[in-house]
């Protein structure tokens, strides 16, 4: 069965399309906009040191999992649970990681909305008076901008509609060699684009501070807090939990080596977080007037900073729109990504046609995200509930951590880590990692997630 599928289903076309696409999933509003924000609310550089802990020895071996998860069963979550457990319970975890897909998918559009909208601004030169302010002045005009565009019901609602209808045509589609090809030569580019502008925040006056604050670790600051939203934030931005990465993982050739292909997309995701950082908080630093306490609560944070940075910088006009234009593709191979998982579930188990299966779950997410979107300003009680920031505390956080400790010990204790592991050395038959993989997988993984969800649980933080 297993081995009809792979012709059926495709796979990708070379390791290399595997590790950009995967990537591009990984790679996202996440890095760039997610981790600069919780990098100010939790702390500075103790949550970069956590959550890069947290990527090497909790995210690398998860995704290690779903992969191998993934390939051995050539399907969706829900069919991958029942193939190697079947008649057990199991399915729920594809379940749930159907069910957190579409959640994600609807507060994560309000977002790329965002991004879509700054680049339209960027396009009609709404940023360039910023270049010429100075003081304080920057930052609040900046501000202002922001706090009005994200409380304009009208505005949130059709760049929500933009998002979700771009990602589900795409879905439906089925264009797995489009998801492959735009990634190929969009990704190098984000990562040129945002080298340089970090070249560029990094020179800032003021700049040091900045990066003292990203690089230099207090730890006096480090709290069950910071712990339990690193360890989300590794799960969130290596997209896993939900069955992304198993999902992808399906389409993998068996010749194809899973430890690089993982390690490799681990690496590339963090590196582009930290150099989202080294982008935003020379910035912020550099701006008179803020401190951290200012910057800890603004959900905003990236596009009250980034027209700043683009505006102090020659030629800013035209990498301002390439960076808003990049951004947006990076949220659109992620938010693509998340909407495969529910698709790729009701076309192998409900057997619907891959274009109804996009379209009603584009709909339902739509309508989902509206309160999401109205909740920065739009509308007052949603704001006052703060219903977008909940939703990806809720989803965003808990249920991929949840996902991710139910997947670690399935792998585990009922697939069995031998089991998995004989599946990765199909492709890398040395497998020189294999005793600390499996150390990691039963143990490391398990026990530090379960910790972090009871401290949850306990509203410890
Ligand atoms: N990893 C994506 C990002 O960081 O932007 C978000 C994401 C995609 C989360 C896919 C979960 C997922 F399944």
Not at 159 to 185: A, H, M, N, P
Not at 340 to 365: C, M, N, Q
């Amino acid at each position: 069965m297993a081995g009809d599928a792979v012709t059926e289903r495709g796979n990708w076309g070379s390791k290399m399309a595997f590790i950009f696409a995967a990537s591009g999933s990984a790679i996202g509003l996440g890095s760039i906009w997610r981790f600069p924000l919780y990098v100010g609310r939790h702390g500075g550089a103790v949550f970069v040191l956590t959550y890069i802990i947290a990527v090497i020895f909790i995210g690398f071996t998860v995704m290690l999992a779903e992969l191998a998860i993934g390939r051995h069963t050539q399907s969706n979550p829900v069919g991958a649970y029942k193939f190697i457990k079947p008649n057990s319970q199991w399915k729920l975890l594809g379940y749930l990681g159907v069910v957190t897909g579409v959640f994600i998918l609807s507060y994560y559009s309000v977002i790329a909305g965002w991004a879509a909208g700054y680049l339209y601004k960027t396009v009609i030169g709404a940023f360039r008076h910023l270049g010429a302010m100075g003081g304080a002045e920057t930052w609040a005009t900046s501000d202002r901008i922001f706090k009005k565009f994200a409380a304009d019901p009208l505005q949130m609602i059709i760049c929500l509609f933009v998002i979700i209808f771009l990602t589900s045509f795409v879905i439906s589609r089925g264009v797995k060699s489009g998801i492959e090809r735009w990634s190929k030569i969009l990704m190098p580019f984000l990562f040129a684009l945002i080298v340089f502008l970090a070249i560029r925040a990094l020179t800032l006056p003021g700049a040091g501070k900045g990066l003292a604050f990203f690089l230099n670790p207090d730890f006096s600051k480090m709290t069950p807090a910071v712990i339990l939203n690193a360890v989300g934030q590794a799960f969130f931005s290596l997209s896993l939990g939900m069955g992304t990465m198993l999902t992808y993982g399906s389409y993998i050739s068996k010749k194809d080596n899973l430890v690089t292909s993982a390690g490799w997309v681990c690496f590339s995701t963090t590196l582009i977080a930290v150099l989202a950082g080294f982008i935003i908080f020379p910035t912020l630093f550099a701006t008179p007037g803020l401190s951290p306490e200012t910057f800890e609560a603004e959900t905003g944070l990236m596009f009250q900073v980034l027209p700043i940075t683009i505006s102090k910088l020659p030629g800013g006009y035209v990498f301002g729109i390439l960076f808003f234009i990049l951004l947006l593709i990076a949220a659109l191979t992620s938010t693509i990504s998340m909407l495969e998982v529910p698709t790729a579930f009701l076309v192998d188990e409900r057997k619907w046609s891959r274009k109804k299966a996009a379209v009603i779950i584009g709909i339902v997410a739509f309508f989902f995200g509206i309160p999401a979107a109205l909740s920065n300003g739009g509308v007052k009680i949603l704001t006052k509930w703060n219903l977008m920031v909940r939703m990806d505390q809720v989803f965003g956080t808990i249920a991929l951590a949840v996902g991710a400790l139910l997947i670690s010990i399935f792998v585990a204790y009922v697939w069995k880590a031998k089991n998995a592991a004989g599946e990765i050395m199909l492709g890398n038959t040395s497998f020189r990692i294999r005793p600390v993989w499996m150390f990691c997988i039963r143990f490391v993984a398990p026990v530090t997630i379960l910790i972090v969800l009871v401290i949850i649980v306990y509203g410890l933080f």
